[in-house]
């Protein structure tokens, strides 16, 4: 039997880069499938979601925030009470380089070796559609 700690390699914490991030707790060796335990399925909704007129700023900024941008498709936990510790990885900042890149699957993979401690980020270029609605919600976003 395996315990809870078992092939967890990161926490979330506060970040410099934006709101909450996601940082090592121990060292991450290059290649590492950073989320190797976390196998739910994307959930896929089409995109004009975000358009739907019953839906509150704070649920459009669920989809806005966290969904993977592919075409017309978003895809997300299959709710986002299941929200899970990749989902929090920031990008870089600007002029710095990643320490993660995603896979065809959407596995998140460490670049380089990352050091315990170190903030994990990704280019969502490298999963996700770039994202053309920049509007944020009127109510506020807890953080």
């Not at 940082?23 to 995109?47: S, Y």
Request: hydrophobic share 35%; net charge negative.
């Amino acid at each position: 039997m395996s315990l809870p700690h078992e092939g967890v390699h990161v926490r979330l914490g506060r970040s410099e880069i934006h709101g909450i991030g996601v940082f090592a707790c121990e060292m991450i060796t290059a290649g590492t499938n950073v989320f190797a335990t976390d196998q739910r399925e994307i959930h896929w909704v089409p995109a004009s979601i975000l358009e739907d007129q019953s839906l509150n700023n704070f649920q459009r900024a669920f989809y806005r925030d966290f969904a993977i941008r592919r075409g017309n498709k978003l895809g997300c936990p299959s709710n986002f009470n299941l929200l899970s510790v990749g989902w929090y990885v920031n990008e870089p900042p600007p002029g710095t380089e990643p320490n993660l890149t995603a896979t065809k699957t959407f596995d998140l993979v460490a670049i380089r070796d990352i050091q315990l401690g170190e903030e994990l980020t990704v280019r969502y270029s490298s999963f996700s559609d770039p994202v053309n609605d920049q509007s944020s919600p009127t109510e506020p976003r807890p953080v």
